[in-house]
Every structure is written in structure tokens, then in C-alpha cells.
């Protein structure tokens, strides 16, 4: 059973195309965050939210925009897509903002 | 300044050895520290966490902290083969932000 999950694993898309990455977990956690690695590895952390609050790095461009329908759920959404975002996205959760993070196993996209 | 530093390595030990990990944070209020491993491919796994000054150990894997010089360390005895992976240290502010390091690279030589 999974704590974390990510769907898709895999996303291969074309510029300027719009796409969605929707995470879940199981663990009963009240954050949950969003985070992009490059092919430096650098993991950076795009937003963290819980049910009150959505903190966004002011780095990220606003073509990117999280959801929650819920608790459990914290999706990305991405407009207009760019080469520079292939990435790996991972996306986490832990259960109060300043606790250890749990990941979910990451979508790796790619814009050609 | 970064705001969580690590020598991005690699860093080859050989198996056997004790492996060094190091990490420097410059924001003096920060509170909790962390130490994930990530094999390549793969996400961030959690190897242990240090909220006090001193040494915490778990098995083969030593955390240390050091406040006063702003430093914590990851120390792995009897390192194995299977060890080899990126090494992230993550550390949440005194704004309450997780921020990881860049990673160092473990390699661990048969």
C-alpha cells in the first residue's frame, strides 16, 4: 500500500501544451508539497499546502498552479509548457508543516 | 551564500570504511535537521532526523549536529556497496521551511 503516490510516472508532451500531475496520499498528513529536481539533481521546492495555506516559492512561474480537491490530494498544473521544465517532480506530504517529509516516487517530464 | 551547503562529491570510499557526510546550514535558527537518501531514479528516501546538539545513531548510520558551528554530519560504518547513492540534507528554517542541500554523491568501491 503506497503512502505517496504520483500519476504519471512518465509525461512526455509537446511545448506550450497544458498537463496535470495528480499526487495522493494515504497517510493521513495535513501538508503535502510540491518539488521540482533538475538534471543537476537539485531538489527545489515549489509550494507546500495544507487545508489553510498554500506558500509558493516566488520563483515558480505562475504557469504553475497547485489543487487540492482535498486533504488527500494536492495536483499540479502546468500551462503553456516549456523545455525548461523537463524535470522530475516529486510531490510529498508530512503530518504538520516542520515535520519529516514522505515522497512519492516522482513524474519525470520531458517537453520537446 | 546557499542556504544548505554540501560538497557534491562523488565521494568514493571503500567498502568497509566509514563514509563522512557533511552538511553546513547559514540560517542559526534553524531547528530540524535531516538526512535522505535518494538511489538514482528513485525519490528521497528519509534516513534519519537530529533535532539536538550531539550525536544520534540508528545502526550503521551516525547523525551529528553541531549548532554553535551551524553543521550536521551523516556518518556510515561498515559502508556497503549497496550504500552508493545522493545523499541529501535538508534542514527546516526558522521560517519553518524545508530546504535541501544540492546532495553529495556516495560511491562505495567494492
Known amino acids: 500500500d503506497t503512502a505517496v503516490s504520483q500519476t504519471p510516472k512518465y509525461l512526455v508532451t509537446q511545448m506550450g501544451n497544458d498537463k496535470s500531475i495528480k499526487c495522493e496520499q494515504n497517510?493521513?498528513?495535513?501538508?503535502m508539497y510540491w518539488y521540482k529536481q533538475d538534471s543537476k539533481k537539485f531538489l527545489k521546492i515549489m509550494f507546500s499546502?495544507?487545508?489553510?495555506?498554500?506558500?509558493i516559492n516566488e520563483t515558480v512561474p505562475n504557469r504553475f498552479s497547485p489543487k487540492s480537491p482535498d486533504k488527500a490530494h494536492l495536483n499540479l498544473h502546468i500551462n503553456s509548457l516549456e523545455l525548461g521544465d523537463s524535470a522530475v517532480y516529486f510531490c510529498?506530504?508530512?503530518?504538520?508543516?516542520?515535520?519529516?517529509?514522505?515522497f512519492g516516487p516522482g513524474t519525470r517530464l520531458t517537453v520537446l | 551564500q546557499k542556504e544548505v551547503e554540501q560538497n557534491s562529491g562523488p565521494l568514493s570510499v571503500p567498502e568497509g570504511a566509514i563514509a563522512s557526510l557533511n552538511c553546513t546550514y547559514s540560517?542559526?535558527?534553524?531547528?530540524?535537521f535531516f538526512w535522505y537518501r535518494q538511489y538514482s531514479g528513485k525519490s528521497p528516501e528519509l534516513i534519519m532526523f537530529?533535532?539536538?546538539?550531539g550525536d544520534k545513531e540508528d545502526g550503521r548510520f551516525t547523525a551529528q549536529l553541531n549548532k554553535a558551528s551551524q553543521y550536521v554530519s551523516l556518518l556510515i560504518r561498515d559502508s556497503q556497496p549497496s550504500d552508493s547513492a545522493t545523499y541529501l540534507c535538508?534542514?527546516?528554517?526558522?521560517?519553518?521551511?524545508?530546504?535541501f542541500g544540492p546532495g553529495t554523491r556516495l560511491s562505495v568501491l567494492p
Open positions: 510529498a506530504s508530512s503530518s504538520l508543516a516542520g515535520n519529516e517529509q514522505f
Open positions: 497517510l493521513g498528513h495535513d501538508t
Open positions: 499546502y495544507n487545508n489553510k495555506e498554500l506558500i
Open positions: 540560517d542559526r535558527g534553524s531547528q530540524s
Open positions: 537530529i533535532y539536538s546538539n
Open positions: 535538508a534542514v527546516i528554517n526558522y521560517g519553518q521551511n524545508f530546504v
